[in-house]
T-cell receptor, first 113, second 111 residues
Framework: GENVEQHPSTLSVQEGDSAVIKCTYS??????FPWYKQELGKRPQLIID?????GEKKDQRIAVTLNKTAKHFSLHITETQPEDSAVYFC????????????FGGGTRVLVKP | ETGVTQSPTHLIKTRGQQVTLRCSSQ?????VSWYQQALGQGPQFIFQ???????GRGNFPPRFSGLQFPNYSSELNVNALELDDSALYLC??????????FGPGTRLTVL
């Protein structure tokens, strides 16, 4: 089955700097890659997603890039703010598997003011 | 538009007991997926229901079962509870192949 690896496990950045989280996946049939933000004690929130027919997608300070050949995708957060502090999860799925999401292990991001 | 809701919020059970968790999908969504999230880990897929039929299952034993109702709400049942079943149980709803939106979860503690 699909396996998703996520790095780094923790990331500490100064407010205003950029943060980058990287994920790799194993199944070349995966075609949908969402990112979730989970604050302590809260539900995972979908913040951005990308499909395999697109190489990059941006939404204000957040961007995701996808390299299908290398089977990796990344989340980029620019101009980080303290409210960006949370655990971020990447995931992969394929429609043929009923869109079951396989998650990475998570990255704990701390934005220091 | 109503978001995904789950009940109860917290639950404490003892080993060997049975538990039923409930999920109401977001308005307009026809698919519900269930995930188990252990402390400090990413969610693990349990199973998915699409239009009242099971549509995929993860690596969980048969004592994890579920169903979906005509209004697309769903239940997760766990029999013969074990200590390792202690976790946050999340349901997520979606419309066909669109993004999955999570509920607040049910924190299950097995003693």
């Amino acid at each position: 089955g699909e396996n998703v690896e996520q790095h780094p496990s923790t990331l500490s950045v100064q407010e205003g700097d950029s943060a980058v989280i990287k994920c790799t996946y194993s199944d070349s049939a995966s075609n949908y890659f969402p990112w979730y933000k989970q604050e302590l004690g809260k539900r995972p929130q979908l913040i951005i997603d990308i499909r395999s027919n697109v190489g990059e997608k941006k939404d204000q300070r957040i961007a995701v890039t996808l390299n299908k050949t290398a089977k990796h995708f990344s989340l980029h957060i620019t101009e980080t703010q303290p409210e960006d502090s949370a655990v971020y999860f990447c995931a992969a799925s394929m429609k043929a598997a009923g869109n079951k999401l396989t998650f990475g292990g998570g990255t704990r991001v701390l934005v220091k003011p | 538009e109503t978001g995904v809701t789950q009940s109860p919020t917290h639950l404490i059970k003892t080993r060997g007991q049975q538990v039923t968790l409930r999920c109401s999908s977001q308005s307009g969504h026809n698919t519900v997926s269930w995930y188990q999230q252990a402390l400090g880990q990413g969610p693990q897929f349990i199973f998915q229901y699409y239009r009242e039929e099971e549509n995929g299952r993860g690596n969980f034993p048969p004592r994890f079962s579920g169903l979906q109702f005509p209004n697309y709400s769903s239940e997760l049942n766990v029999n013969a509870l074990e200590l390792d079943d202690s976790a946050l149980y999340l349901c997520a709803s979606s419309l066909d192949s669109q993004g999955q939106f999570f509920g607040p979860g049910t924190r299950l503690t097995v003693l």
